[in-house]
């Protein structure tokens, strides 16, 4: 092993080295993404072009347990990473030489999912003899928003609305984050998936949830707007879920005991519960930004990719004279494409060394 790529950010040999590289010629970044239930790996270039990117979905795996669970995660994981990541290679018409740095994210996440991910990263990084460099999977939900807008975004509001979290940050930069608030219970794209349950659509139902609540009538069900006029920057939604659920069924009683819903209460729960939830998200990221100062909210994140939520969002900053960027289409929900992000960090002189570790949980400490 040579023990000089990997002595970390200390080391001035690194980051030197990257400087030039950087200088020198394009580099060419493998990201690898594996934090939840997409096995993801992406090449994109120090001029955040996209070369090749490659996302293998595990919905059909956890479909039948309505939620992703967590062993059947890094189990699909582990067989699906290294086809992957030879098939972006491919796609990216990229040899593995041509490779300069290996990125992957490494928190926050289930810890099987992210330690399939870290492994497979730390061997190409070993054996190909390339930096290492630790993403934060929240950070690069943002960053999607930069590589989309091709220009500085930072300083800005950042926004992550997604299966896992649902959380503000005061970004000072693209590695400097500061967390302004979240969710006390369930993240907001936990919820659409739940409620989409209850309507008889399968995991993962925020997007069927969505196509639903387009037919439907949004005022049909008062649904309640949880910590709206509240001054903390906090979100809660399991007290919208269970209203849900209590249209349905009645307060109290259990699901099953319900009457089958007709087409048309279906679409009117589906929509009055969007409309309850985007209220909510877009209330709290209007309020991230008067309460910071900041004129831009940049948004990321798999419910991000909700055309009410963007519509509503876009309108009301705009009539604050607040920028929005929110994530294109492709790259709200988990992919390894805003992994691009460990440019960042290269340029920073953040290499990982290979004793590099996974952190599941939430920080906001600069990691690797
Ligand atoms: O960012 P992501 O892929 O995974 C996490 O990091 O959690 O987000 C997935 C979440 C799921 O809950 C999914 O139902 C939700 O994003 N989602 C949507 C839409 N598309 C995906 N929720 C509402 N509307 C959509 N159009
Ligand atoms: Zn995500």
Known sequence: MNS???????DRGVSE????WHEGKTMRLLTIESTCDETAAAVVTDQLEILGSVVASQDELHAAYDGVVPEIAARAHLDRILPVIQSVLQRADTPAERID????????????SLLIGLVAAKTLAWLWNRPLIAVD???????ACRIAAQRDIFPCVGFVVSGGHTHLFHCRSALEFETLGGTIDDAAGEAFDKVAAMLGLPYPGGARLAALADRGDRAKYRFPRPLLDDSRLAFSFSG???AVRYAIAGPGRPLESAEPLTETARADLAASFQEAAVDCLVGKGLQACRSTGMRRLCVGGGVAANRRFRER?????DEAGIETIIAPLEWCTDNAVMGALAFESLRAGRIA???LDIVPGLVRQPIG
């Open 353 to 355: 060394q290979l004793d």
């Open 313 to 317: 969002l876009t309108a009301a900053c």
């Open 17 to 20: 080295r990257a400087v030039r």
């Open 4 to 10: 000089r790529i990997f002595r970390g950010r200390s």
């Open 240 to 242: 919208l879920k269970t």
């Open 137 to 143: 999977h929240l950070q690069a939900h943002v960053y």
């Open 101 to 112: 740095a290996i990125a992957v994210a490494t928190a926050p996440g289930l810890a099987g």
